[in-house]
């Protein structure tokens, strides 16, 4: 079985940058290291790059950048795509506005976990215990 990733739409990708920028600005909430991932692979650009030399007389491959439009003209097994990040599989958001908020015992504010479970499973998704 292939995993294949989902596209996304350039709005979508715009309204998660713009969710998780909210969310790194704000003082109030901590981001997570896979929120700053996600972010940073929302915001990542893809480099294309194409191989310059002979790899089989020279003996390494050397590769180089390019415009898409070259990249395109190129065979598929001398071209490649970088990011500074894997890009993210497309997050799906989750209506979390009746969860009940509470106080734990160091004063955070925490939601309570079977209500985010229940609304996480009604949005379609899968909860792993």
Same mark, same amino acid.
């Given at each position: ?17 713009? #969710?998780? @920028? ?6 109030? #909430? ?28 020279? $003996? ?39 969860? @009940?908020?509470?106080?734990? $015992? ?17 949005? $379609? ?5």
């Amino acid at each position: 079985m292939t995993n294949t990733m989902p596209v996304l739409t350039d709005s979508d990708r715009q309204l998660q940058i713009d #969710i998780l @920028t909210r969310w790194s600005e704000n003082p109030n #909430i901590t981001m997570h290291v896979r929120d700053q991932v996600a972010l940073a692979s929302f915001t990542a650009k893809p480099v294309y790059q194409f191989i310059v030399n002979n790899p089989d007389h020279d $003996g390494y491959i050397e590769w180089a950048d390019c415009n898409p439009d070259f990249y395109s003209k190129e065979p598929s097994d001398r071209r490649r795509i970088l990011y500074t990040a894997p890009p993210l599989p497309a997050a799906k958001p989750i209506d979390l506005s009746n969860c @009940t908020l509470t106080l734990n $015992g160091r004063n955070d504010m925490c939601m309570v976990e079977s209500e985010v479970i229940a609304a996480i499973r009604a949005a $379609g998704c899968e909860v792993k215990s």
